[in-house]
């Protein structure tokens, strides 16, 4: 329900804490299905990683109360790490992603999962039409 998902202009959602937000640039609504994540939040505030092969993430959308499953994990890159989200070819197309599109990922301490938003030119005017109405 659109009407319940209201955000300010920090992307703040009741009850749950920004741990990260990501501008989606080309190569994160590609054909190859992934999203590179920062590194500073992904390192403070996702699951250490102690390989390179990842783990299983799962993820519950807010828009619409999907539960996403995401292959994350990192390269190394210079002797640094690269995260990216793997797999994320059918949420990107579900809501229509695009480019300077914002994904944010919350962290919902009371149940202890994390919890994944968008904000798009899309759902802005969704939203403008829910209230309009």
């Not at 209201?6 to 299905?33: T, W, Y």
């Not at 292959?71 to 990216?84: A, E, G, L, Q």
């Not at 793997?86 to 009371?110: P, Q, S």
Request: glycine share 4%; charged share 25%.
């Amino acid at each position: 329900d659109l009407n319940r998902v209201s955000l300010d202009p920090n992307h703040q959602v009741a009850g749950l804490r920004v741990i990260l937000q990501k501008e989606l640039r080309n190569s994160d609504i590609s054909q190859l299905g992934r999203i590179v994540l920062p590194k500073k939040e992904s390192e403070a505030y996702l699951p250490i990683l102690t390989s390179k092969d990842g783990r299983s993430l799962r993820m519950h959308d807010l828009l619409n109360a999907q539960l996403w499953t995401f292959k994350y994990r990192y390269w190394p890159n210079n002797k640094s790490r690269m995260y990216v989200l793997e797999n994320t070819g059918d949420y990107v197309r579900t809501h229509n992603l695009r480019v300077g599109d914002f994904i944010m990922i919350y962290k919902d301490d009371d149940k202890n999962r994390f919890v994944l938003n968008l904000s798009s030119w899309l759902l802005s005017i969704l939203v403008i039409l829910a209230r309009s109405r």
